[in-house]
């Protein structure tokens, strides 16, 4: 994120991730 | 009460150990349940929401996709030493949908409901447009490459006669014009050498399985055969666990007649035996 110096930046939790990696490949 | 929009049920990463955890031991269960065919494995996670349970626990609702191995489920090896089908062979996908509890740091299976399905088609010409794809188990051509096998073999064979439980996968192969077959055989109380009417076999008490590949090649003026069976030592019949908690017999008659029992929990390791090969 970028912002002004002083000013607060909203964060929070990431989103959760899905779906998950491949482990072989995709059908 | 939770502060912002509750909805009931906590998100996690697909790739969260945890999460990982919880399908990986969906994974195991329904390895353990299936009654013919071949092992899965985890592919992919694709959603998790993991709800309380009352009193105690966590419910994990999970969405998997899982891919065909080339261990058949009566196979003793460990499903980590089992290799994926690859796509050239015309690989196989699951979708699951399962509910794992998570209580006192153990996972049980609550429920999981499967599909699978082969890759199209035109996938497979895609990535191998020679490659022979995978027909029905009861095609003729396939039944008949089966027995012939089967036949072939027990006439090299100077143990038991085995008979065939089941016809697992199989292509048309159309250069050479021929037919692959991967098929299970049962040991029984005949001498395959001295078999003089197959209908007088029995299916061992402690039933001995093996795991066939065949190739059926048709021939000027004939056909010619060429098979290799794994002989896979006796298992134990353990109980299974249930979803309910009770146990199970692997092979009670009161629930699956006449079907192969499921492999065990824990399946020793390195307990294959190469039988002859034809």
């Known amino acids: 994120s970028v912002a002004q110096p002083g000013v607060a930046v909203a964060t929070g939790p990431a989103p959760p991730v899905c779906p998950g990696r491949i482990r072989y490949f995709k059908v | 009460a939770p502060h912002g929009p509750w909805v009931g ?3 996690l990463n697909c790739d969260d150990p945890e999460t990982e955890q919880a399908a990986l031991a969906a994974v195991d269960y329904v390895n353990r349940h299936l009654l013919w065919g071949f092992k899965h494995i ?3 996670i694709d959603k998790v929401r993991v709800w309380p349970r009352r009193p105690f626990g966590e419910v994990f609702e999970m969405e998997i996709d899982t891919l ?3 261990c058949h489920v009566l196979d003793p090896t460990p499903l980590a030493n089992c290799p994926v089908r690859q796509l050239h062979e015309h690989a196989v996908e699951g979708d699951c949908k399962v509910h794992v509890l998570k209580q006192d740091g153990q996972f049980h299976v609550l429920s999981a409901k499967c599909d699978s399905s082969p890759d199209s088609a035109e996938d497979v010409r895609k990535v191998c447009p020679g490659c022979a794809l995978l027909v029905p188990r009861n095609n003729t051509a396939v039944v008949h490459a089966a027995e012939a096998a089967l036949a072939a073999f027990n006439a090299q064979s100077n143990g038991s006669y ?3 439980v089941e016809i697992s996968r199989a292509q048309l192969v159309p250069l050479p014009e021929s037919t692959y077959v991967e098929f299970v055989v049962a ?3 005949c001498v395959a050498k001295e078999v003089t009417d197959q209908s007088q076999c029995n299916l061992l008490a402690d039933k001995q399985y093996g795991f066939c590949k065949a190739t059926l090649t048709k021939k000027l003026g004939g ?3 060429a ?6 030592q006796t298992q134990p019949v353990v109980p299974q666990p249930q979803p309910d908690g009770t146990n199970q017999t692997a092979s009670s008659p009161a629930v699956v007649p006449d079907a192969p029992s499921p492999p065990p929990a824990s399946p020793p390791a390195a307990s294959l035996v190469v039988g002859p090969m034809v």
């Open chain 2, 227 to 232: 098979v290799t069976c794994t002989v896979f």
């Open chain 2, 9 to 11: 049920y906590l998100v």
């Open chain 2, 187 to 189: 040991a029984t109380d």
């Open chain 2, 68 to 70: 065909e191995t080339t």
């Open chain 2, 223 to 225: 056909e010619e055969v």
């Open chain 2, 162 to 164: 085995f008979q065939l």
């Open chain 2, 42 to 44: 985890l592919n992919q």
